[in-house]
C-alpha cells in the first residue's frame, strides 16, 4: 500500500517571533522559568494526513487539503525545522541552524522555538518526529536544490518519520515542491505557515487472525510483538528539488544502515488481546526500505482452552518475515493466522502451542 502525504498547517501567533532555543528534547520541559532566555511562543497547529492506499500505487493528487483527513500527534513530538532567509545566502545557506517546533497533547499546544521576521521570505526544509538520536544537517548551494541528511534513525519504529516537501503561507495553491514562505510585513498580526510532508519509510500492517477450527478448541491472547532486523541505525540523504508543477521535490533518498542489529515492541498488553476468525488484530510498523528482506518478527502469546482455563503462558512464536519488497512511501499488508500444525489429528502438544503462518 502506497502512504502520501502530509499536510500541516500551523499557526505562528507573533508579530518579530523570537523563540527561546533549547536542549531539552521534552516539550514540557522547553519554557523558560529563570526569566533570562525569551520564552517559546505558542503555536497552533492544525494538521491532515492521507489514509492508507493498497501498494499499486493509486497515489493521491499532490494539491492539499483536499483528500486529506485530519492529523494530531497523540504523544510528545518534535519537528526539526530549517529556516533560511531567502534574500540572504551568503550568510543563512553557509551555516544552516535547526529549530523545533513541539506537540504536547497534554495541552493539545504546539511551541516553536527559532527566530522569524516580519516582511521577509524564508527557505523551509524539515523533518518529523525528531527522535532519540537523530540529528540533522543541510546543505545548500542553489536556490533551488538542498540536501537534508538525517542521522542515527531507528532501522524498524513505530514512529511514522516524514520530510517536508511542501511549504506556503496560505493553503491556497499550496503544493509540492515550493518551500518559500512569506511573513506578513506588518506586526500584531497571526503568522501562517502551512507544511507538506511525505514519508522517508515504508510501512508494513500485520494482520491477525485465529483459524476458525483452532478458535473452536483453544484461545489465543496476543501479549507482545517485536519487530528486529539485522542493522541497528540508518542514515538518510535526501535530494530535494524545487518546481512549480507540484510534483514530489525528493529526486532521490540514499539510505546506508550500520550496526549489528535492531528492535522495537509494537504491540503490548498485559492481559492479552484475544485473537478472532474474522476480524483482524492490525499492527503497524515502520522500516527503512532497503530493510525490506531484513526483518524478523517474535511474538509472544497466552494459550487458553475452551473452558478459559489459562494451559500454556508467555509462548513464542518466530517468523523471518519473506521479502516485504518496499519502497520509501509503502505499506505492505501481511496476514497472519495461528493455526496447529497437525489440527486434524487433535494433537495435543500441538493445539498448546500452535504455529503462526504468514500468507497472502
Avoid at 70 to 76: C, F, H, I, L, V
Avoid at 147 to 166: S, Y
Avoid at 260 to 284: C, M, Q, R
Wanted: hydrophobic residues 35%; negative net charge.
Amino acid at each position: 500500500m502506497s502512504i502520501k502525504n502530509k499536510y500541516i498547517g500551523i499557526l505562528l501567533i507573533a508579530t518579530a517571533m523570537l523563540l527561546s532555543a533549547c536542549s531539552s528534547d521534552n516539550p514540557e520541559a522547553q519554557t523558560d522559568t529563570t526569566g533570562n532566555e525569551p520564552v517559546g511562543k505558542e503555536v497552533q497547529l492544525m494538521s491532515y494526513a492521507s489514509p492508507f492506499t493498497d501498494k499499486k500505487l493509486a497515489h493521491r493528487a499532490a494539491a492539499a487539503p483536499t483528500g486529506f483527513s485530519s492529523y494530531t500527534p497523540d504523544k510528545n513530538t518534535n519537528m526539526g525545522v530549517y529556516m533560511l532567509l531567502s534574500e540572504d545566502p551568503t550568510t543563512d545557506w553557509a551555516s544552516p541552524e535547526e529549530g523545533r517546533i513541539t506537540y504536547n497533547p497534554n495541552t493539545n499546544k504546539w511551541n516553536a522555538y527559532f527566530e522569524v521576521t516580519a516582511g521577509k521570505t524564508y527557505t523551509v526544509y524539515g523533518y518529523m518526529p525528531k527522535i532519540g538520536d537523530m540529528a540533522s544537517s543541510l546543505a545548500k548551494s542553489t536556490a533551488d536544490a538542498a540536501t537534508l541528511t538525517i542521522t542515527g534513525i531507528k532501522p524498524v519504529t513505530t514512529d511514522d518519520i516524514c520530510i517536508i516537501t511542501g511549504v506556503k503561507e496560505t493553503d491556497e495553491g499550496l503544493k509540492e515542491g515550493q518551500f518559500s514562505w512569506n511573513t506578513p510585513t506588518t506586526g500584531n498580526q497571526t503568522f501562517y505557515i502551512n507544511i507538506l510532508m511525505d514519508h522517508l519509510y515504508a510501512a508494513a500492517q500485520f494482520r491477525l487472525k485465529i483459524d476458525a477450527e483452532y478458535a473452536a478448541l483453544r484461545t489465543i491472547k496476543l501479549k507482545t510483538m517485536t519487530l528486529s532486523t539485522n542493522k541497528g541505525s540508518v542514515n538518510a540523504v535526501i535530494s530535494l528539488t524545487h518546481n512549480t508543477t507540484g510534483v514530489s521535490p525528493v529526486s532521490s533518498v540514499a539510505y546506508t544502515a550500520s550496526g549489528s542489529s535492531d528492535a522495537v515492541v509494537i504491540f503490548n498488553s498485559d492481559a492479552g488481546e484475544a485473537l478472532k476468525t474474522t476480524e483482524s488484530l492490525d499492527i503497524n510498523a515502520c522500516f527503512a526500505p532497503t530493510l525490506s528482506n531484513n526483518l524478523t518478527l517474535v511474538t509472544t502469546y497466552d494459550v487458553y482452552d475452551s473452558k478459559d482455563n489459562l494451559i500454556r503462558q508467555n509462548c513464542t512464536a518466530t517468523n523471518k518475515l519473506p521479502n516485504l519488497d518496499a519502497t520509501r512511501g509503502q505499506k505492505v499488508q501481511v496476514n497472519m493466522t495461528v493455526n496447529p500444525t497437525y489440527l486434524y489429528v487433535l494433537s495435543e502438544p500441538d493445539l498448546d502451542n500452535p504455529t503462526i503462518t504468514i500468507g497472502n
